[in-house]
């Protein structure tokens, strides 16, 4: 069973920074994507960044130029650098992992960290 576990949340002032990470049991190699995803209250879950296998990274135009994803395969460990935060950009951020199956593909889950912005 593959596990994500966030983590790196909390509360920061607008313009300030934050670095989320996520903790992947198994290798990275495995997925085809990995992402970051956020629900704010009231509204739909959306995609932040999302990293192909392929080695392209896709950003939301919201957070372009302000986030960077990375990803690091010896520990198993992608992250969020975000910086420039806004009040926005606040809600809980969710790990993503999707692994291709012989139907189609499966998405694993973190059970998310919340990022507060305010002053």
């Known amino acids: 069973q593959v596990q994500l576990v966030e983590s790196g949340g909390g509360l920061v002032q607008p313009g300030g920074s934050l670095r989320l990470s996520c903790a992947v049991s198994?290798?990275?190699?495995?997925?085809?994507?990995m992402g970051w995803y956020r629900r704010a209250p009231g509204e739909q879950r959306e995609l932040v960044a999302r990293f192909t296998s392929g080695g392209s990274t896709n950003y939301a135009d919201s957070v372009k130029g302000r986030f960077t994803f990375s990803i690091d395969y010896a520990k198993n460990t992608v992250s969020l650098q975000m910086n420039s935060l806004k009040p926005e950009d606040t809600a809980v951020y969710y790990c993503?992992?999707?692994?291709?199956?012989?139907?189609?593909?499966?998405?694993?889950w973190g059970r998310g960290t919340q990022v507060t912005v305010s002053s």
């Open positions: 993503d992992a999707e692994q291709l199956t012989a139907s189609g593909s499966d998405h694993y």
């Open positions: 198994g290798s990275l190699f495995s997925f085809a994507t």
